[in-house]
T-cell receptor
């Protein structure tokens, strides 16, 4: 069965520290990969996505992620976090079927990031 | 362009009652997805619908849960005879058929269901 695993449940950092959140997936076939963020009291917003091409993907708010196919990984990074990055982060995957992906997303358990000023 | 709308935002039901959750997709979006988030867990897929069709309901519990997306009006997730274990946040997402965002799902704010 398809699954997505996020290694850390809760990460605590100080402002300006570097961030890397791990995400591994188990999926048969070609995949699309996503990172979503949920700020306190708000809905999920897309940070970045990977469908094909350059495995290093840049998203909003200075976030980036690298798809490493051999490791089935799609880790999220940010060189210098801010207090406003405090949120819950979700990695998600669905199948890439001939360039379209209307299907369901499989989510990881989420990682809560707390950034101290 | 308004985002995905869900209502109510909070819903309290007693055991045995029915819960109806509504989702209005973004304008021009014809695909709707429902997900459930239980406490301390990630989002779990429930059902994927297009107008008047259920495409994938592999995540729906076999009993008490149903979903529809009629030709006119919002998508409805219906839970009959609710139990305490149904308490969760229910999120709706929509996506367009074509265009640059056709592979992206846009999420609504969720409905928090509490069963007493």
């Amino acid at each position: 069965a398809q699954s997505v695993s996020q290694h850390n449940h809760h990460v605590i950092l100080s402002e300006a520290a570097s961030l890397e959140l791990g995400c591994n997936y188990s999926y048969g076939g070609t995949v699309n990969l996503f990172w979503y963020v949920q700020y306190p009291g708000q809905h999920l917003q897309l940070l970045l996505k990977y469908f094909s091409g350059d495995p290093l993907v840049k998203g909003i708010k200075g976030f980036e992620a690298e798809f490493i196919k051999s490791k089935f990984s799609f880790n999220l990074r940010k060189p210098s976090v801010q207090w406003s990055d405090t949120a819950e982060y979700f990695c998600a995957v669905n199948l890439n079927a001939g360039g379209t992906s209307y299907g369901k997303l499989t989510f990881g358990q989420g990682t809560i990031l707390t950034v101290h000023p | 362009n308004a985002g995905v709308m869900q209502n109510p935002r909070h819903l309290v039901r007693r055991r045995g009652q029915e819960a109806r959750l509504r989702c209005s997709p973004m304008k021009g979006h014809s695909h709707v997805y429902w997900y459930r988030q239980l406490p301390e867990e990630g989002l779990k897929f429930m059902v994927y619908l297009q107008k008047e069709n259920i495409i994938d309901e592999s995540g729906m519990p076999k009993e008490r849960f149903s979903a529809e997306f009629p030709k006119e009006g919002p998508s409805i997730l219906r839970i009959q005879q609710v139990v305490r274990g149904d308490s969760a946040a229910y999120f709706c997402a929509s996506s367009p058929t074509t265009g640059m965002h056709h592979n992206e799902q846009f999420f609504g704010p969720g409905t928090r269901l509490t069963v007493l």
